[in-house]
């Protein structure tokens, strides 16, 4: 599609390079606003049985009156792409790409649906965002906010939307991207192997690959009864995204379920022979 929005573009061409290889971009109708999306979207919707493909997901761009370059992460209308993003949802890296894209932002804001009703989020403290999104996650933030009874059989009426940045400039676009595209990746029907993680994995080789989680101690009930489930994964101890390593020390093989119940929720290090983690109480 051709735009005269050239800051659009630019997002294009960044979503694109990241992909490695050509985005698209959506213009809204009858509005200046513009998705920058994959292709693939279009065909996994297609694939769900009530034949969804109007629907949007991805970065959402646009100005606002005062003239400001705008940013969202956003999904709408579409239960198969909820599900997907439910299904590779971590709060531990979600909460670390709100903290780490906050200098793009005066005002922190999240729209949701929870338990069938609109809400909203919006706040220029930081701290103050923090504390509210952190109290979802007491009754875990996934499941309340993507839960199935949040829409109607035919997806109709979800809502997820992120504000990225209010005010940036065509030269912080790649930096904006780059911190955000774990978002953009768990729009697909599973989550892609990072670099990182391909490395902690052959960091791990020598390892039995099989999930490691009863070796973690003062472990939760809720974690401990609940039995292992998906792929089996190479697991950072310390998340790379606040200073944790590839080497085998700050590594663990769990299953997806796992992964997802303890990440960011662990410390200690662990050797060929021995695993001294322990479950943040």
Not at 216 to 242: M, S, V, W, Y
Request: aromatic share 12%; hydrophobic share 35%; proline share 2%.
């Amino acid at each position: 599609m051709i735009t005269n929005s050239k800051i659009a573009q630019k997002l294009q061409e960044s979503v694109s390079s990241k992909l490695g290889r050509e985005s698209t971009i959506r213009k809204v109708k009858n509005r200046e606003e513009y998705f920058i999306i994959d292709l693939a979207f279009s065909y996994f919707q297609k694939a769900n049985r009530n034949r969804q493909t109007g629907y949007r997901s991805g970065y959402l761009y646009f100005k606002t009156r005062s003239n400001k370059n705008c940013l969202f992460f956003y999904v709408t209308h579409t239960s198969i792409m909820f599900s997907f993003l439910q299904n590779n949802f971590s709060y531990a890296s979600f909460r670390q790409i709100v903290i780490n894209t906050a200098k793009y932002r005066n005002e922190h804001f999240l729209e949701y649906k929870f338990k069938g009703q609109k809400e909203s989020i919006s706040e220029q403290e930081i701290n103050t965002f923090l504390k509210l999104i952190d109290k979802i996650e007491e009754s875990g933030f996934a499941k309340s906010l993507f839960s199935k009874n949040n829409s109607s059989v035919f997806g109709l009426g979800n809502i997820f939307s992120f504000a990225i940045a209010d005010n940036f400039k065509e030269n912080d676009i790649d930096g904006i991207i780059d911190l955000t595209w774990e978002l953009f990746m768990w729009l697909y029907p599973s989550k892609p192997l990072f670099k990182r993680d391909a490395s902690l994995n052959r960091s791990l080789k020598k390892i039995e690959k099989q999930c490691e989680i009863i070796a973690i101690k003062k472990l939760p009930k809720k974690i401990l009864i609940t039995p292992c489930n998906g792929q089996i994964e190479g697991a950072h101890i310390k998340p790379h995204q606040f200073g944790g390593s590839d080497k085998l020390e700050n590594g663990l093989w769990l299953c997806n379920k796992h992964h997802k119940m303890t990440e960011g929720k662990i410390v200690g290090k662990r050797s060929l022979t021995k695993i001294e983690v322990t479950y943040k109480t």
